[in-house]
């Protein structure tokens, strides 16, 4: 009876030790998605869904497309994106506009200031740092407004 009971117990604690090395996981990048994010998730089927995440559990995404709530299997997806703003990108173009074109401008006036006629590098670097903050800060207002898709999981396996 001991040896059978020993032998139940070592067959019970290989089974919970292996079990969750063999339960499918979802990738770290699709644990990390906010319930309430709109996805778009294109398959390898080449079927694309676009839906609300209502959550993520085991090895599966539910999203809410439509009506219908609908199951994807994290190794049945090809590319993931959610849906967000270009902020970033519109600060980084609205302050490189804006710091080139106040570093030229503040540097021709502030020779004309100057009544010397000559660049004025000092007047150029002042202008170049508030066009730049004031140039980002437009830039990532409008940005603000501008939807675009930010790719979060990219499956590369084939």
């Given at each position: 009876m001991t040896v059978t009971r020993l032998l139940a117990c070592v067959a019970i604690l290989s089974v919970m030790v292996a079990s969750p090395a063999v339960a499918q996981r979802i990738p770290e990048p699709l644990a990390?998605?906010?319930?309430?994010?709109?996805?778009r998730?294109?398959?390898?089927?080449?079927?694309?869904?676009?839906?609300r995440?209502?959550?993520p559990i085991g090895d599966t995404l539910f999203l809410l497309a439509g009506e219908a709530h609908t199951g994807v299997?994290?190794?049945?997806?090809?590319?993931?994106s959610e849906r967000g703003n270009a902020w970033r990108k519109g600060a980084m173009i609205?302050?490189?506009?804006?710091?080139?074109?106040?570093?030229?401008?503040?540097?021709?006036?502030?020779g004309a200031i100057n009544e010397t006629g000559e660049f004025a590098p000092g007047a150029a670097l002042v202008g170049a740092a508030l066009g730049a903050s004031g140039g980002g800060l437009l830039g990532g207002l409008i940005g603000f407004a501008i939807p675009e898709w930010h790719t979060r999981y990219r499956n590369d396996l084939p």
């Open positions: 990390r998605l906010r319930p309430g994010a709109t996805l998730v294109e398959r390898d089927s080449s079927q694309t869904l676009i839906g995440l209502l959550s299997f994290a190794a049945s997806i090809a590319v993931l609205g302050g490189a506009v804006g710091g080139v074109g106040l570093f030229i401008l503040a540097g021709e006036l502030g």
